[in-house]
């Protein structure tokens, strides 16, 4: 049974920082894409950043690039999403994710079938 943990979230000022981390467990795939994905309150669940396992190439979405890092220490299985500089607009749930691909483009939330619970990340100005 797969398992995702999300941690980390909170509240903090515009121009402050977190890092959330996500524990992964019970799955064996050999090729693994994890991505950070959020859900704003009125709006769809969007991509942020994705890591493919193997290889640690990154993708990110344009609104967090040079200001967000996706990572992962595959001795813990876990995934990391270090977010500098945050704006009120990152305001909402932070989700990982994870699904078997060889490739790991940002792509639409229904293509990943495991997630976790979500951790909330508010941003006040």
């Known amino acids: 049974q797969v398992q995702l943990v999300e941690s980390g979230g909170g509240s903090v000022q515009a121009g402050g920082s977190l890092r959330l981390s996500c524990a992964a467990s019970?799955?064996?795939?050999?090729?693994?894409?994890m991505g950070w994905f959020r859900q704003a309150p009125g709006k769809e669940r969007e991509g942020v950043a994705t890591i493919y396992t193997n290889s640690g190439t990154t993708y990110y979405a344009d609104s967090v690039k040079g200001r967000f890092t996706v990572s992962r220490d595959n001795a813990k299985n876990t995934l990391y999403l270090q977010m500098n500089s945050l704006k009120p607009e990152d305001t909402a749930m932070y989700y990982c994710?994870?699904?078997?691909?060889?490739?790991?483009?940002?792509?639409?939330?229904?293509?990943?079938?495991?997630w976790g619970q979500g951790t909330q990340v508010t941003v006040s100005s």
């Open positions: 019970g799955y064996t795939y050999s090729r693994n894409c």
């Open positions: 994710a994870v699904r078997s691909a060889v490739y790991c483009y940002i792509t639409s939330p229904t293509n990943f079938p495991y």
